[in-house]
């Protein structure tokens, strides 16, 4: 409720926040009776909406490349600074999607989450933004776009 209301002290937003209260709706009711592995297998589009809704409303978003072992990936992060968590969208260099959620448990520790994505959970990320990605997994070097371009 706080971020919303933050969000309608600026007139320009009020048009955002029409466009993303119905993700933040799922978002909510989604994550009040399950657990986070629940919300990431069973409800796997909502956090790719909510991913979107965020990064298309930035006046510049990154788009970064990481390596991990024999993997590549391009990644988009949202961070949900009250709650100590991380979303993101990665493109691996295999064409493949995946959706992470990240969170800090009881003991502090970091517990990151990885969901394949499914072509209809794909489809909810704009062409703009998966062209981005792909040459971003490609060249190996990030990149830093306004928000509003990769929407098209």
């Given at each position: 409720?706080?971020?919303?209301?933050?969000?309608?002290?600026?007139?320009?937003?009020?048009?955002?926040?029409?466009?993303?209260?119905?993700?933040?709706?799922?978002?909510?009711?989604?994550?009040?009776?399950?657990?986070?592995?629940?919300?990431?297998?069973?409800?796997p589009g909502s956090l790719v909406?909510?991913?979107?809704?965020?990064?298309?409303?930035?006046?510049?978003?990154?788009?970064?490349?990481?390596d991990?072992?024999?993997?590549?990936?391009?990644?988009?992060?949202?961070?949900?600074?009250e709650?100590?968590?991380?979303?993101?969208?990665?493109?691996l260099s295999d064409n493949k999607w995946i959706l992470q959620f990240g969170y800090y448990d009881d003991e502090d520790e970091f517990i990151e989450l990885l969901q394949p994505l499914t072509q209809p959970e794909i489809d909810l990320i704009p062409k703009g933004l998966q062209k981005v990605m792909l040459k971003v997994v490609t060249s190996e070097e990030g990149l830093r776009l306004p928000g509003n371009f990769l929407s098209r």
């Open positions: 409720m706080t971020y919303v209301a933050l969000l309608f002290t600026h007139e320009d937003d009020i048009k955002v926040i029409n466009e993303r209260i119905t993700v933040l709706i799922i978002f909510a009711a989604s994550m009040a009776n399950m657990t986070y592995e629940e919300l990431v297998k069973k409800h909406e909510k991913i979107v809704t965020e990064v298309l409303s930035k006046d510049t978003v990154d788009v970064y490349f990481e991990e072992g024999d993997e590549q990936w391009a990644v988009i992060k949202v961070h949900i600074y709650e100590d968590k991380e979303m993101a969208l990665r493109l």
